[in-house]
C-alpha cells in the first residue's frame, strides 16, 4: 500500500521532530511522541494536514472517555482495513501528528482529540464522522465549559457536509453545540453527571428532566430521539446496540456502562463510513484493554480494574458502576499538584455507604478525609496489593486518579 | 427548630474549582452540633432560594461579570443588609469587590460589599498554608488565578500567608468582615479547613458549642502543610 506523501517542507519537519523525539526519549523526557511532534508543527505547520491527507477519518472528542470509545472505534473500523490511532491518549495536534507519522500505511484513521483543539483537529483531517461524547467542566486549566461549547459551535457551523457528527442526545449541551451541524447522528450516550448541564446554554433556562430526557421550558429544545442506544442483553454482563437497522448484541471487556455505550458510539460512527455494523460489532466486543485501561491484574484471587478519574463526572460514573456490578472499590490517590484530590470532594462517595473502603497511594489520607465526609469508613494501605486483598477475592474496581493510575498500570503488571 | 438555610449562588457561572463541595462542609460542621440545614443550588435569579448563608466561588475572569449581574439581579447587598452571611471564594471575592477586571484587562464594577479592588497580575497556581491566628488554626488550599487583591485602609484581611502565592507577592489572604468571609483559597477551603466551617456558622448562628475536627481531615491537611513547608519557598507549581 502507498505511504501517504508529504511535500519536502513537512518531511525535514517530521524528520527533525523524530530526531526531537528520539533525544527526548534518551534524555527520558516522557515518550518523546509529544515533543518530536511539537518540533515538527512548529517547523511546517502543514504536516498533520499532510499526514491525514488521502485517509478515511473518524475523530472523537468530549471530556470524558475519549480513550476507550477511540479504541472501540479504531477495533470497529478495523473490519474495513489497518487503522492508525493515537492510542497512547496523545490528543493534542503534536500526538496526532506523531501517530499519524508513524504509521503512513493505513488509510482509516482513529483519532482522539482533546476538545480545545478540535477546530484544528477538523480542520487538518476532514473527518468523515465527528464523535462528541460529552461537555463538563474540566478542573486543570482553567477553561470555562461556556468557551468550549462556543469554540465546538463555531465548529459545527463550518462542517463539510460530508461529516457526520455522532453525538450523545442524553447531553444538552453537546445537542447545542452542535446543532448546526450538517449530519447528525443520535446515541444514547448517558449523562453521568447532570450538574454541568442544568441550564439551557441557548437561552439560561433550567433544564427539566424525566429520566434522560430533558426539555427546555424556556425555548422548546428537547432531547433528540436516539438513533442508536443500548439495552440489557443476554448473560449477566451482557448488551444489545439497537440501531435503525436492528440490534447487536454481546458482551465487552470494558467494565461498567462504558462498554456498551462506547461500543454503540462506535459502531454508530464507523457506519456512517459505510462499515457494516455486524463484523464491526465483533471487533469491538472483542476489545479487551484501552492502552492498559481496563486489563485486569489478578492479586492473590483478586480481579483488579483500574479506572482513570479526572472530574466529578467521572468519579460519579464509576461510583455508579460499581454498584450496579456490586463490585468493592478500592481508592488509590497520588499527588498531583495542588488540585490532585479538588475533584473528589463533590462526587457522590456516599453510595458506598455499607462497607470499610481501602485507600493506598501518596494522598491515601485526603481519600480518608473524602470518605469520612461521606460518612464512609476507610482503612488506608501500603500499597495496591494489601488494598486489594483486603478486598473480598473476585473482582474489584480501582478507582484512581491520573498518577495512581499511571503508576498501578505499570507495578501491577509485574510480579510482586 | 427552623433550619439553616444555606445557598450555593450561580455555580455555572464561573470556571468550575471544587467549590460547591463548601456546602457539604458546612452541613457537617452545623450537624455536629445538632443544627438541622437545608441545601440549594441557585442557577437563575429566577430561581433563587432565600437563605442564611450564601456560597460564591469559582476560579478565573471570563465568569464574573455574568456572576456580577446575577447577584444584583437577587440584590445579594440588600440580603446582607438584611443579615445574611456570604463565603465568596476566588471569583467570588471578584464579584464583591468595588472592582475587578475582566479578561481583556479592563477595570470593571463589582457589588461593593468589600473594601477591595482587584488589579491585573501575574498567573500563579500554588499550595498555600496560612498562619495560625485567632480562631483559625494553620490552614491549607489551592490559589490559581491571575489577579491582585488591594484592601481599602482599615479592611481586615482573613489570615497570614506563611508559604505559597496568595495575593501574589502580598502576604495576606482574603477578607474578614462582618458578614462576609472571603479568600483566595481553593479545596474546597471548608472541607480542608473545618474551622473556617465554623467561623462561617458563627456568623450566622452565633454561640455554637466547639466540636472536634474529624481526625481524617486534620491528617489530610497536616500532610499538605508539611509538604507546602518542606518544598522551595521560591517554587511556583504551573497545573
Ligand atoms: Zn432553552
Redesign the interface.
Known amino acids: 500500500m502507498d505511504r501517504v506523501r508529504v511535500r519536502p517542507r513537512a518531511a525535514a519537519a517530521l524528520a527533525a521532530g523524530r530526531a526531537a523525539g528520539r533525544l527526548s526519549q534518551a534524555l527520558g523526557r516522557g515518550s518523546g511522541s509529544i515533543i518530536g511532534g511539537r518540533i515538527a508543527l512548529r517547523a511546517a505547520p502543514s504536516a498533520l494536514a499532510e499526514l491525514a491527507a488521502g485517509r478515511r477519518t473518524v475523530l472523537v472528542t468530549g471530556t470524558n472517555g475519549k480513550s476507550t470509545t477511540t479504541a472501540l472505534v479504531a477495533a470497529a473500523l478495523e473490519a474495513a482495513g489497518p487503522v492508525a490511532c493515537n492510542r497512547t491518549g496523545a490528543n493534542m495536534p503534536d500526538g496526532i501528528l506523531t501517530a499519524l507519522a508513524a504509521d503512513r500505511t493505513s488509510r482509516l484513521a482513529a483519532i482522539e482529540v482533546d476538545e480545545v483543539y478540535l477546530r484544528e483537529a477538523v480542520a487538518a483531517t476532514a473527518p468523515e464522522a465527528l464523535v462528541v461524547l460529552n461537555a463538563y467542566?474540566?478542573?486543570?486549566r482553567?477553561?470555562?465549559?461556556?468557551?468550549t461549547l462556543e469554540h465546538w459551535r463555531a465548529v459545527a457551523e463550518r462542517l463539510d457536509e460530508r461529516c457526520t457528527v455522532v453525538l450523545n442526545v442524553d447531553d444538552p449541551l453537546v445537542c447545542w453545540a452542535f446543532e448546526a451541524a450538517p449530519r447528525r447522528v443520535g446515541v444514547a450516550g448517558g449523562l453521568s453527571w447532570r450538574?454541568?448541564a442544568?441550564?439551557c446554554p441557548a437561552c439560561?433556562?433550567?433544564h427539566a428532566w424525566d429520566g434522560t430526557a430533558w426539555h427546555c421550558p424556556g425555548c422548546g429544545r428537547t432531547r433528540p430521539a436516539p438513533d442508536w442506544w443500548v439495552a440489557p442483553g443476554a448473560g449477566s454482563d451482557g448488551w444489545a446496540v439497537h440501531h435503525p437497522g436492528g440490534a447487536l448484541s454481546g458482551s465487552v471487556g470494558v467494565p461498567g456502562r462504558t462498554g456498551p455505550v462506547g461500543a454503540a458510539f462506535a459502531l454508530a460512527a464507523v457506519g456512517a463510513l459505510g462499515v457494516p455494523a455486524q463484523g464491526a460489532g465483533t471487533r469491538v466486543g472483542a476489545v479487551q484493554d484501552v492502552d492498559g485501561r481496563y486489563r485486569p491484574f489478578e492479586v492473590g484471587g483478586r480481579i483488579a480494574r483500574l479506572l482513570m478519574l479526572k472530574n466529578p463526572a467521572g468519579w460519579a460514573e464509576a461510583i455508579a458502576a460499581a454498584r450496579e456490578a456490586n463490585v468493592p472499590v478500592v481508592l488509590a490517590v497520588d499527588?498531583?499538584?495542588?488540585?490532585d484530590t479538588?475533584?473528589m470532594?463533590?462526587a457522590p462517595f456516599s453510595q458506598l455507604a455499607g462497607g470499610t473502603v481501602p485507600v493506598t497511594g501518596a494522598r491515601a489520607?485526603?481519600a480518608?478525609?473524602v470518605?469520612?465526609?461521606a460518612g464512609v469508613p476507610?482503612a488506608e494501605h501500603a500499597d495496591a496489593r494489601a488494598a486489594l486483598r483486603a478486598c473480598p477475592p473476585g473482582e474489584v474496581l480501582v478507582l484512581c486518579n491520573y498518577p495512581a493510575f499511571r503508576r498501578l498500570s505499570r507495578t501491577l503488571a509485574v510480579a510482586p | 427548630m427552623t433550619a439553616l438555610r444555606i445557598a450555593t449562588l450561580f455555580?455555572?457561572a464561573?470556571?468550575?474549582?471544587?467549590d460547591?463541595?463548601n456546602a457539604?462542609?458546612l452541613v457537617?460542621r452545623a450537624a455536629a452540633r445538632g443544627l438541622t440545614t437545608t441545601t440549594a443550588?441557585v442557577?437563575?435569579p429566577g430561581?433563587m432560594a432565600p437563605a442564611e448563608v450564601y456560597l460564591l466561588g469559582g476560579?478565573?475572569r471570563?465568569?464574573t461579570g455574568a456572576l456580577v449581574a446575577a447577584l444584583w439581579a437577587v440584590d445579594l447587598p440588600a440580603r446582607v443588609a438584611a443579615g445574611a452571611v456570604v463565603l465568596a471564594v476566588d471569583a467570588g471575592l471578584d464579584a464583591l469587590a468595588r472592582s475587578w477586571v475582566d479578561p481583556a484587562g479592563r477595570e470593571q464594577a463589582g457589588l461593593g460589599l468589600l473594601g477591595v479592588q482587584v488589579g491585573p497580575g501575574p498567573r500563579i497556581?500554588?499550595?498555600v498554608a496560612t498562619r495560625a491566628a485567632g480562631e483559625l488554626p494553620a490552614m491549607v488550599g489551592?490559589?490559581?488565578h491571575d489577579v491582585t487583591t488591594r484592601r481599602d485602609p482599615g479592611v481586615l484581611a482573613l489570615c497570614q500567608v506563611e508559604r505559597g502565592q496568595a495575593h501574589g507577592p502580598l502576604e495576606d489572604d482574603g477578607v474578614l468582615a462582618e458578614r462576609i468571609i472571603a479568600t483566595r483559597l481553593?479545596?474546597?477551603v471548608l472541607?480542608?479547613n473545618p474551622e473556617l466551617a465554623d467561623l462561617v456558622l458563627a456568623r450566622a448562628v452565633p454561640g455554637l458549642p466547639p466540636a472536634p475536627v474529624?481526625p481524617?481531615?486534620a491528617?489530610?491537611r497536616a500532610?499538605r502543610l508539611d509538604?507546602v513547608r518542606a518544598a522551595p519557598q521560591s517554587r511556583r507549581?504551573r497545573?
Open positions: 467542566r474540566e478542573y486543570t482553567g477553561i470555562s465549559l461556556a468557551a450538574d454541568d442544568a441550564l439560561g433556562e433550567a499527588r498531583f499538584g495542588p488540585k479538588t475533584t470532594w463533590e489520607a485526603d480518608g478525609a470518605l469520612e465526609a476507610s | 455555580p455555572l464561573t470556571v468550575a474549582a471544587g460547591e463541595a457539604a462542609a457537617r443550588t442557577h437563575r430561581a476560579t478565573g471570563s465568569g497556581t500554588d499550595t489551592w490559589v490559581a481553593h479545596g474546597p472541607a480542608l474529624p481524617e481531615a491528617r489530610a500532610q509538604e507549581r497545573r
